[in-house]
């Protein structure tokens, strides 16, 4: 295992509507790794998302950031340690770009400071890796998609938590964005000893830039471990509830599903 503990889960198990989604989870996220959530849609990947970051209650079982629980601590310090990414983001007020990244910082900052000249600069520098330098003054409501994703995640960086709870980070992007946002995540995480659990639905962009996944079945039950283990055919089969063919190119694997 890499680093100490960062969130670990006690025999979690997740209920809606009287359905059982998350069965008995055991999970340990430690500093430096990198992390799937894999299953079909409605398993239950982003409702987990959200109880670990205590957004949502727990039908039985402990969450703990560090050893500490997480119903014990206060919602900023969680916010020091988690940094949720929402499947889709939607902005309550109307701002600009730089106004909204800035939010970022809110969990640093003290009751009525402002943000430094530093943390203005690392919002610069920040909108420029996601391809948004000069867009500083422009309206939210006026971003494409994709823009607006890439205005996520620079908002959620500039936060700096230890790990990221990132739903479908490279939704809404192009080809060349997705490539450019996985590996700006992958470099912040090696960087800044950070860590990284990400609800995804391309395979090989998983293959690529996860070590660790969590899959999460139809019955509840999951399955995790090292990226090169369990992405095997007959898993990612019965995951899928659908055949997944496994193809290496040039030293690479990519995984492809039977029409």
Known sequence: MSGPSLLRCENLCID?????????????????Q???????????????LHTLAGLLPTQQGHIYIQDQALEEMPRRAIALKLGLLFQDQQELFPGT???????GRHPHLKAWQWESAEDRNQAHQLLARVDLAGYEHQQVTSLSGGERRRLGLATVLLQAPDLLLLD?????LDLHHQQKMMQLLATTVEQKNASLLMVMHDLNLSAHYCDHVLMIFADGKTRQGCTRELLQEEILSELYQHQIRRLNHKGRTFFISDA
């Open 16 to 32: 809606i509507g009287g359905r059982r989604l998350i069965d008995n989870l055991n999970l340990d996220i430690r500093h430096g």
């Open 168 to 172: 479908e980070p490279v939704n809404h």
């Open 34 to 48: 990198r992390w799937a959530v894999l299953g079909m849609n409605g398993a239950g990947k982003t409702t987990l």
């Open 97 to 103: 770009v730089m106004e909204t990244v800035l939010t």
